[in-house]
Every structure is written in structure tokens, then in C-alpha cells.
């Protein structure tokens, strides 16, 4: 179970931030934002100190409802590749529209690029950034069809850097500009609604 008081011992946040596996028998860390719990002598980086939960056991950081690191494997516990990948498609969900590396999404989920790169391919059948420019577009389908918002503001609404690369790849997934599509979305309405 997780300490009742949420100030992290400075000797703690000291091996935390350190790396410093002497102390990997006495304290497991859980991040309140990953959920996700670690030995002190992980790699990943280092949390937000407001962040961290310290807990005596992995099981009491189980019990709390967080996930074993897929780098430092604490206690041995290990997440199945297809609830991990689950978990980042989730996590993917609801942040698409940020910044996303496969370096970030590596450290949030505590696993290496390249085995997430490969686990994520072959459970979903494409990489990480190919399932978040598939949101992304989706995104821009329903924003050009629902609203009158100008083509740069919504590739910016959906993620994409700069407005040239969101409608270089909008066509090249599409077949058309995003402009183009919103005008067959308008004719194809003030066709249907002349008969």
C-alpha cells in the first residue's frame, strides 16, 4: 500500500533521480500520471517529483492500481505485450494531438523504442506514428465536414506541425487536398438536399 504521507524522503528522491540500485530491496516508485511503478535504479527518465508515490512492495503499487515497468521489471512482474500495447493505444487516444515521438512514447511506458516499435506493428497491424497520423486525419475528416475553421487551424487542432505537412500527407492519404475534400462534402450536401 502506498505511504500515507505524499512528500517523497529526500533520500529516496535522491536514489530515484540517481539511479542508485542499492536502494531497489527497500522502496518500489509509482508516477501518478503513468501509472506505472519502477525499482529506483530504472533508466527511464526521471519523473515529476510531485509525481511519485513510494511504496514498500510491487504488490502494494499493484494494489493501487499501477503497472509494472517494462524496463526494470520490478519484483520480475512483466505486463503481456498485447494489454502493454493496449495500454499505449489508450494513452495514444486521448493525446494524439500533442507532440508524439517514438522516444516519448518509449519513456511513458517504460519500454524500448524499438521493442514497442515492433510489439505495437504487430499487434495493430502499423506503427505508433502511422496509428496517430490515422487519428489525426480522422480528426480533420470530421473538423472540415462540421466546421467552417480555415485548413491551417485545423491541422494545427489535430496535431500536425505545420499546415504544408498536414495537407502533403491529407492528400497523399486521401487523394485530395483538404480543401477539395470539404468542397465535395459541400456539393455533395447541396446536391442531396436539391432533390
Request: one cysteine or more.
Amino acid at each position: 500500500m502506498a505511504k500515507q504521507n505524499f512528500a517523497v524522503p529526500a533520500a529516496y528522491w535522491k536514489a530515484i533521480s540517481e539511479n542508485d540500485a542499492t536502494f531497489d530491496d527497500q522502496f518500489f516508485y509509482g508516477v501518478r500520471t503513468t501509472k506505472i511503478f519502477c525499482r529506483p535504479s530504472c533508466r527511464s527518465r526521471v519523473p515529476n517529483k510531485d509525481n511519485v508515490l513510494i511504496f514498500k512492495n510491487a504488490y502494494g503499487a499493484l494494489a493501487q492500481g499501477f503497472r509494472p515497468c517494462k524496463r526494470c521489471k520490478p519484483d520480475g512482474l512483466n505486463l503481456p505485450a498485447d494489454e502493454w500495447i493496449e495500454q499505449i493505444s489508450n494513452w495514444i487516444d486521448e493525446h494524439f494531438t500533442e507532440p508524439i515521438s517514438l522516444d516519448r512514447l518509449a519513456d511513458i511506458s517504460h519500454g524500448s523504442p524499438y521493442h514497442l516499435q515492433r510489439q505495437f506493428k504487430r499487434l495493430k497491424g502499423c506503427s505508433p506514428l502511422e496509428y496517430i497520423q490515422q487519428l489525426r486525419l480522422e480528426k480533420a475528416d470530421r473538423l472540415l465536414a462540421e466546421t467552417d475553421d480555415p485548413v491551417a487551424i485545423i491541422g494545427r487542432l489535430c496535431g500536425f506541425p505545420s499546415a504544408p505537412y498536414f495537407i502533403t500527407l491529407y492528400k497523399k492519404k486521401n487523394g485530395q487536398t483538404p480543401a477539395n475534400y470539404r468542397k465535395s462534402l459541400r456539393g455533395a450536401n447541396e446536391y442531396g438536399n436539391s432533390n
